[in-house]
């Protein structure tokens, strides 16, 4: 079987890769990194994801399961959550018009086409994209990924935890995570590709903890017990925009603050990642927020 991944050389893509390496599968990508190196020694041939229809179609000709990685985190110039949208609807259509029969779809917990945040009701318009296409499908939904070395949000509040005198809460800290580690969404990704049947599942891990409890574990963790302090919404967003100036990144944005307040990191499902926070985080406690993990320097 052939199938294409965008983004293969990325963070969760990588893992579906490699899966798919193993079980024999001949494995393609469409990347908007054509120049990053290849992990796979060559044995992944890359194309350009440029949400050019006729080229994505010619791309994509042979596959038959598109696996799907791309979105954006936050509007930076032309990259913005709407136009992510359209460019979704275009990679859809491209796999259609190639032949393509299945696609596997990486969404977000909670989304929503009433939801007030872009993040979420574009992750909402992309799933319709997909369950409209005609195609078979399968759609999972991860909340906050960690592990593989590459997590952005735990890894960078360890990273502030070890280097500053305290942090800074938004709101009161009970509202809910539930970190899910990507080799347990990707292994859910996996299974997408071979099942026959169409379906959205949520990607959680099985620990969930208040905002608050999970900061202090990281804290105590990693060795930086720090004084955690309830402040306004706003001023720790005005906090992290100051430290953002330091790292040359966006530490977080207005409307993750927003999606983590409303619970939007927990899911109402059963969990189906294997993967305890607790112990991948003890297992990786020097590691942990050692090096800040940069968006921009990764996606841009």
Do not use: C
């Amino acid at each position: 079987m052939k199938i294409a991944i965008t983004g293969a050389f990325s963070y969760t893509g990588k893992f579906v890769a490699k899966r798919l390496l193993a079980r024999g599968e001949e494995v393609v990508t469409l990347t908007n990194h054509p120049n990053r190196p290849n992990p796979f020694n060559g044995r992944v041939k890359a194309f350009p994801l440029d949400f050019d229809e006729a080229g994505m179609t010619q791309s994509l000709q042979g596959a038959d399961v598109l696996v799907n990685t791309y979105w954006v985190r936050f509007d930076k110039g032309s990259n913005t959550q709407p136009r992510a949208v359209e460019n979704t609807r275009k990679l859809v259509h491209a796999a259609k018009a190639a032949g393509v029969k299945r696609i596997v779809h990486v969404s977000i917990a909670n989304p929503s086409a009433d939801s007030h945040l872009p993040y979420y009701w574009g992750k909402a318009a992309n799933e319709k994209a997909v369950t409209d296409s005609g195609l078979a499908y399968a759609i999972v939904r991860p909340t906050v990924l960690v592990g593989g070395g590459e997590d952005v949000l735990v890894n960078n509040i360890a990273y502030l935890l070890r280097r500053m005198p305290f942090f800074l809460i938004p709101g009161d800290g009970s509202y809910g995570i539930q970190p899910v580690h990507v080799e347990d969404v990707a292994d859910l990704l996996v299974e997408g590709v071979y099942s026959g049947e169409n379906y959205i599942v949520d990607a959680v891990g099985p620990e969930t903890y208040t905002f608050k409890e999970l900061v202090k574990l990281v804290g105590e963790t990693v060795g930086a017990r720090r004084p955690l302090i309830s402040v306004p919404p706003r001023l720790a967003l005005l906090a992290a925009q100051f430290l953002s100036l330091f790292v040359s990144d966006v530490i977080l944005t207005p409307e993750e603050v927003d999606g983590l307040m409303a619970n939007l990191l927990v899911s109402k499902e059963p969990a189906r990642g294997k993967i305890k926070f607790s112990v991948w985080l003890e297992e990786n406690r020097k590691a942990v927020g050692a090096k800040y993990a940069s968006e921009l320097k990764r996606h841009f």
